[in-house]
């Protein structure tokens, strides 16, 4: 986990890279978010 800030650094330094932050979330997000974190594996894994 790193600050959103970071994310978006290393985001523009790697290519074809996306960034989901999940609102509110903690180290637990995957399970704050199940549903929305699955579809979203779901679609990238898809591509």
Request: glycine letters at 4%; hydrophobic letters at 45%.
């Amino acid at each position: 986990m790193i600050l959103p800030r970071y994310s978006h650094l290393l985001a523009g330094l790697l290519p074809n890279a996306e960034i989901k932050i999940y609102p509110d979330a903690a180290h637990g997000f995957l399970f704050q978010h199940h549903e929305e974190f699955a579809a979203d594996v779901t679609t990238f894994l898809d591509k």
